[in-house]
């Protein structure tokens, strides 16, 4: 038996998440491509084929539009689905069951219907895999009614935002960054929720927030060690959830230090990074010491060579330049 004060991969804390709830409800299954592969998925399906079967644990062909949409039809019927996109660039054929069905359903019903299914993405990046295999569609799903959106940074969040996700009656895009697998991190052996909606402060400070989401808050908290050198205080703000948001954690935390970077592994026109921006003009405008920041992708597709790539992707240095030149 595991202490705990255990240590686990993010991988093998997802994987536990599925293991203990598809043994507590007979209602919950796994479908997608890969389910059963230990590379497509990160080793965060490993064994459930083992322990549940081929009947709750579905391994597809490809087709994003037709296994999503079956997963819309099973949930509305009383079933649970987890339906896996393990590339989040091919979520685009499921456009339709996801915006136009899966979201809308309660609210066409007259809230006679609930739609309780986990839309499973998986952000892949680097590596030289280019535009159409690097894309982070986190806020144009943020954008739709009727979907929330979480994405953790850590083992603890996902463990838990996964269990929550598969607890709520209607659609949840679980959004998981592929960087994020390898991380270790304390994570308890019971089953537990992390709320929805509810953001973390990952670290206090005085100086700067910075707000950032999955493993952008990796590079966050590496950034905050950094700038203490040049005695700048940050709190760092983890969303774990982006819609929706937790406006009051966002809004206090500027009102205290004055100044707010906002981190994104989004291309910055129109994504998260501008919602946050316009939330807190609305609401501490008049507290602002500084402009804010966005520190996010260009506005330019993903390049195939690993040099371009070591430029366009964030690094730790990207956020200190940035906040140092923000705090000066």
Known sequence: M???NRKIKYCKAVNEAFHQILKLDESVFLIG???????????????LIDSFGTERIIDTPVSE???TGAAVGAAIV?????VVHP?????AYAMDPIINEASNWMYMSGGRT????????IINRGGEQAAQHSQSWHSLFAHIPGIKVVMPSNPYDAKGLMISAIDDPNPVLYIDDRWLYGIEGIVPEKIYKVP???GDIAQEGTDVTIVACSYQVRLAIKAAFELRKSGIEAEIIDLRTIKPLDENLIINSVLKTGRMAIIDGGWKSYGIAA?????VFEKAFGKMKTPIIRVTLPDVPAPASSVLENSYYIKVSTITSAIEKLVD
């Open 87 to 91: 590339r989040l660039d091919f979520m």
């Open 114 to 121: 609930n739609v309780p299914m986990v839309i499973w993405g």
């Open 33 to 47: 491509q890969g389910v059963t592969s230990p590379w497509y998925v990160g080793n965060t399906t490993s064994d």
């Open 196 to 198: 929805i909606g509810v």
């Open 2 to 4: 595991y202490s705990n």
């Open 65 to 67: 539009n037709a296994v």
């Open 275 to 279: 919602e946050i921006s316009a939330l």
């Open 78 to 82: 009383g079933m649970k689905p987890i």
